[in-house]
T-cell receptor, first 113, second 112 residues
Framework: DQQVKQNSPSLSVQEGRISILNCDYT??????FLWYKKYPAEGPTFLIS?????DKNEDGRFTVFLNKSAKHLSLHIVPSQPGDSAVYFC????????????FGQGTELSVKP | GAGVSQSPRYKVAKRGQDVALRCDPI?????LFWYQQALGQGPEFLTY????????KSGLPSDRFFAERPEGSVSTLKIQRTQQEDSAVYLC??????????FGSGTRLTVV
């Protein structure tokens, strides 16, 4: 039972354009959502997060949107840069789970110069 | 230390061998998590410690998996009688609050 799903295994975008990565979830108890970025042979690094009481959070080139009714979140990167090429994981947590994260399968983003 | 340190970085084990994977969390971080990441998948939760107390071990796939953190700092994940399906990257993360995770680089275990 995949509670967090990233249905696109890969995405290719031209440098300077917008990258949109999508994530769907099924558990309505999730109240906090995070995006992580992972380079090969490294651990995931935190990128941006959003609480379920908000519908948008912005940090520089990165914006996360949350649509609770659709149980959907997305990460927008604009403008995309070649250094953004990595695997992006969406993760979710419920307040009563002690910080345990449920991850999606990841989307590999390739930003071409 | 400056980050979460995991050792070894790579481990090749023969099927049936026992292995021990070590995690040195960031100093002072109360919470410590272990995740398993199979090829092409996202990390999957294994177990969680708050100081030396193991508060959640619901993700451990079988009784061959055992984790400990006896002094509330370094943690060891032990896998007994390894099987091919145990081949994965094992990630450790520490946190000073519930959502302030820092992951280590992981240990890649290959069972042959």
């Amino acid at each position: 039972d995949q509670q967090v799903k990233q249905n696109s295994p890969s995405l290719s975008v031209q440098e300077g354009r917008i990258s949109i990565l999508n994530c769907d979830y099924t558990n309505s108890m999730f109240d906090y959502f995070l995006w992580y970025k992972k380079y090969p042979a490294e651990g995931p690094t935190f990128l941006i997060s959003i609480s379920s009481i908000k519908d948008k959070n912005e940090d520089g080139r990165f914006t996360v949107f949350l649509n609770k009714s659709a149980k959907h979140l997305s990460l927008h990167i604009v403008p995309s840069q070649p250094g953004d090429s990595a695997v992006y994981f969406c993760a979710a947590s419920a307040d009563n789970q002690g910080g345990k994260l449920i991850f999606g399968q990841g989307t590999e983003l390739s930003v071409k110069p | 230390g400056a980050g979460v340190s995991q050792s070894p970085r790579y481990k090749v084990a023969k099927r049936g061998q026992d292995v021990a994977l070590r995690c040195d969390p960031i100093s002072g971080h109360v919470s410590l998590f272990w995740y398993q990441q199979a090829l092409g998948q996202g990390p999957e939760f294994l177990t969680y410690f708050q100081n030396e107390a193991q508060l959640d071990k619901s993700g451990l796939p079988s009784d061959r998996f055992f984790a400990e953190r006896p002094e509330g700092s370094v943690s060891t994940l032990k896998i007994q009688r390894t099987q091919q399906e145990d081949s994965a990257v094992y990630l450790c993360a520490s946190s000073s609050e519930n959502y302030g995770y820092t992951f280590g680089s992981g240990t890649r275990l290959t069972v042959v």
